[in-house]
């Protein structure tokens, strides 16, 4: 199929689509939006008006889930990091000198789901190429290993075992207590503690071949823990021990059972792609609302047009009456001028002479020209087009030998007030100009400010 059949086949089907949803929803179109649609689309009948509104609405509703379907093979080609998860619950470890990974996954346990990051280090070297950490001294520990806890005889918080000390290069290894309370990261598993425990964990500084060790004693007291806090804690604690105990393997077993309760896993879900997708959903469902929206620019748009070119086709008009042409000659002559005009691409589309050339057709097809007029002064909407129509059909009801003289002198007005609303444009112009020029006048301190502190 070439480009042009198919071009014209997408056609033919939005245009079927476009058919069977004004079968079932043309009547329900508000009629504000076909009137305001037949101010757009000058000469259309009521059902062409309906069809071009539902065609409009349909181009909307598409764009949004073209941007749902862009956006969602966007994040799943951005979710390439989940196939770090291997069958089975396993996770592959960085090789030896690689840096650590953070594993986004969405865990099952015990009838609930929770998001989680694990963070899988790196594969470990030999003892003898382990490097010792940085840490802090004596009165640095003791001014700050309690974190939130008031006393050392009432500890239920985590603790801060400081890994290093600022600006120093002694070393800290702590030496925990074996009950499993206390983890290397300071938190505490005391969720199943009862009765107070004591428990002793020393900061030992080194610095070369000089150690100094630092008891530490520790009063543990129970908390308030519930079933599910249990199985997270022991969930964490069976991902610590796994973690430990193949910190040389290649892959990680991920705790696959807890407590008698099965462990799922699955790739965590990325909340920015569930935001994209929802916005795409949103603006499905406002489509009428922003259709709306940009038919009433489009409306104001039109009638700032009507205005601008009412001066220029009153005084055509009345150049045309003063040359001895009626009315109707008049009329036709000027909308025959446009429309040769159209046709020879001089100008583009204008609603005032679209809608003078609704007129002539309505006269053609036998309308009088006084309620041809009047149609005409209605669709425009415009208070000086129904001043003008008014005019003429007065002087065809009534005679009026001052026609002439009355259309020069509206056209005077006219003419007037465009000048006046040229003026209102030029002090809108400058007023939004005002910003732009303070832009540049802070620019050009900063420059004169620059020079002279260089100078300096």
Not at 146 to 158: E, I, M, Y
Not at 192 to 199: F, H, K, M, R, Y
Not at 222 to 241: A, G, Q
Not at 288 to 304: A, C, F, G, I, T
Request: proline share 3%; aromatic share 8%.
């Amino acid at each position: 199929m070439t480009k042009g059949k198919k071009s014209e086949w997408i056609m033919r089907q939005s245009e079927k689509i476009v058919y069977c949803l004004w079968r079932i929803l043309g009547r329900r179109i508000p009629e504000k939006q076909i009137e305001i649609l037949g101010k757009l689309h000058v000469g259309k009948n009521s059902r062409q008006l309906q069809m071009i509104y539902l065609q409009k609405c349909l181009k909307y509703v598409l764009t949004a889930v073209c941007v749902v379907a862009l956006s969602g093979c966007f994040f799943m080609t951005q979710s390439h990091g989940t196939e770090e998860l291997l069958p089975g619950g396993q996770v592959s470890r960085q090789e030896p000198g690689g840096n650590s990974k953070v594993l986004d996954l969405q865990v099952g346990l015990g009838g609930d789901r929770e998001d989680v990051s694990v963070e899988i280090e790196a594969r470990e070297l030999s003892d003898a190429q382990i490097q010792e950490e940085f840490a802090k001294g004596k009165q640095y520990i003791l001014e700050n290993y309690l974190g939130s806890n008031k006393s050392s005889q009432s500890v239920s918080q985590a603790l801060v075992l400081a890994e290093s000390l600022p600006d120093s290069v002694i070393e800290i290894n702590w030496q925990l207590d074996n009950t499993g309370f206390i983890q290397k990261d300071g938190t505490l598993q005391i969720q199943e503690l009862e009765e107070p425990q004591q428990v002793e964990i020393t900061a030992q500084l080194s610095y070369g071949e000089e150690q100094e060790d630092i008891p530490i004693e520790l009063t543990l007291v129970p908390p308030d823990v519930s079933k599910s806090e249990k199985l997270w804690m022991h969930w964490r604690m069976s991902l610590e021990k796994n973690l430990q105990e193949t910190s040389t393997d290649k892959n990680v077993q991920l705790p696959m059972e807890v407590d008698g309760e099965k462990v799922v896993y699955h790739p965590a879900k990325k909340s920015s792609g569930k935001r994209f997708v929802a916005v795409g959903v949103v603006l499905i469902i406002l489509a009428p609302v922003l259709l709306n929206s940009q038919m009433k620019k489009q409306l104001e748009e039109r009638d700032k047009e009507l205005r601008r070119d009412y001066p220029e086709m009153i005084e055509q008009f009345v150049l045309l009456v003063g040359a001895g042409m009626t009315i109707k000659g008049a009329w036709m002559q000027m909308v025959g001028d446009y429309l040769q005009r159209r046709r020879d691409e001089q100008i583009g589309k204008r609603y005032l002479y679209e809608e003078m050339s609704v007129t002539v057709r309505e006269i053609e097809n036998g309308m009088t020209e006084n309620r041809a007029y009047e149609l005409f002064g209605k669709r425009t909407g415009i208070l000086s087009y129904i001043k003008f129509s008014t005019l003429l059909v007065q002087n065809l009801r009534k005679g009026s030998a001052d026609l002439l003289r009355i259309l020069e002198y509206e056209a005077l007005d006219s003419f007037r007030e465009r000048k006046e609303h040229a003026k209102t444009l030029g002090e809108e112009a400058g007023t939004k100009l005002l910003f732009p020029m303070l832009l540049m006048l802070l620019v050009v301190f900063s420059i004169i400010l620059y020079a002279a502190f260089r100078s300096m």
